[in-house]
């Protein structure tokens, strides 16, 4: 349970406030038009088989997202016309009096992702099978996060939220995975105790590469 502290401020007239440098905290509200999420999906595929025990998969995957949970800050100041920067302090300045940030939670954000994936599979043969993945994809939205908490899930200017649309945190451009499996051929007839201690012996791995995630300069 959260207890808040208004500063002469009251929730039947939340503009009847007095105003204060450091009120005891903010709240958050939740939107009553509140959607259910909803995610339409589509995907188009291709297999073949190739020479040598190959197999090669292409496919095209997309998602489009609506209705995703994000915060929005109401008590906010508006910038300074010539400056471009928040009054300061903030607190004293804030449009609803005696009231720290207040956060809304709505159903408006809105996603999309875009991918490539291609892969090269050699099945056993033997004793030696690999595989090679790689994707190349896009993924766009308005909301990285739906955790009210952490400042970097608000709009940067909440009266321009369509401004946040762009590239998701967890983006990642290119991905690249490679396995392979390999049975030693030493030893493995050998039914003596040098069978057993050398022999039976394989190499496998997982090597994965991807692009970084984007760096979002602030000074």
Known sequence: VRTVLI???SVDNPGGGVASASPQGG?????RDFKAPIVYQWSLGIQRTLPLKLVV???LVMNEARNLLRVRE???DD????????????????PYKGYGRITMNETTATSDYRALQLALNRAMD?????GLAYTLSRSRGDADSEDSVSSASLAQDPRNRSAEFSYQDFDRRHVL???????LPWFKNDTGLVGHVLGGWQIAGITRYSSGRRL???A
């Open 7 to 9: 500063s002469g401020g």
């Open 27 to 31: 709240f958050e509200a939740l939107a």
């Open 57 to 59: 998969d292409a496919n």
């Open 74 to 76: 109401l008590n906010y």
């Open 79 to 94: 910038p300074n016309p010539t400056t471009g920067l928040a009054p300061t302090p903030v607190n004293l300045n804030r």
């Open 126 to 130: 033997h004793s030696f099978s690999a």
């Open 177 to 183: 995975a490679i396995n392979y499996l390999w049975y």
């Open 216 to 218: 979002n300069i602030t």
